[in-house]
């Protein structure tokens, strides 16, 4: 399975950007997918996921109401749609996917077989 995530760029507080990641394979039903982000000098965190089904979604709590994830399952793409955004979101942004995760566990990096690349956010202030 091969991600390829794109869609970053700089952008002022309260602007929004829509992140995109096309996977190589059929995510629907079969991959639970996820966006990550690794701020400098900090860890990589869970930002939100989406179900294989697409009927569930989970967010992390800086995320949500601002944040949505979605999937165009005939372009076997996976968005995230970022509003109202803060400097504190100036990031690398990895989208990733789970072929095994329980729901529960998806919010651990652990939990996923498969990175794209990575796509930088920044916000200015």
């Known amino acids: 399975v091969q991600l390829q995530a794109s869609g970053g760029g700089l952008v002022q507080t309260g602007g929004s950007l829509r992140l995109s990641c096309v996977a190589s394979?059929?995510?629907?039903?079969?991959?639970?997918m996820g966006w990550f982000r690794q701020a400098p000098e900090k860890e990589r965190e869970f930002g939100a996921a989406l179900s294989r089904n697409g009927g569930s979604t989970s967010y992390t709590d800086s995320v949500k109401g601002r944040f949505t994830i979605s999937r165009d399952n005939a372009k076997n793409t996976v968005y995230l749609q970022m509003t109202r955004l803060k400097p504190e979101d100036t990031a690398v942004y990895y989208c990733?996917?789970?072929?095994?995760?329980?729901?529960?566990?998806?919010?651990?990096?652990?939990?996923?077989?498969?990175w794209g690349q990575g796509t930088e956010v920044t916000v200015s202030s």
């Open positions: 990733a996917a789970s072929r095994g995760a329980i729901w529960s566990s998806i919010g651990f990096s652990d939990s996923y077989n498969y």
């Open positions: 394979v059929r995510m629907y039903n079969n991959y639970v």
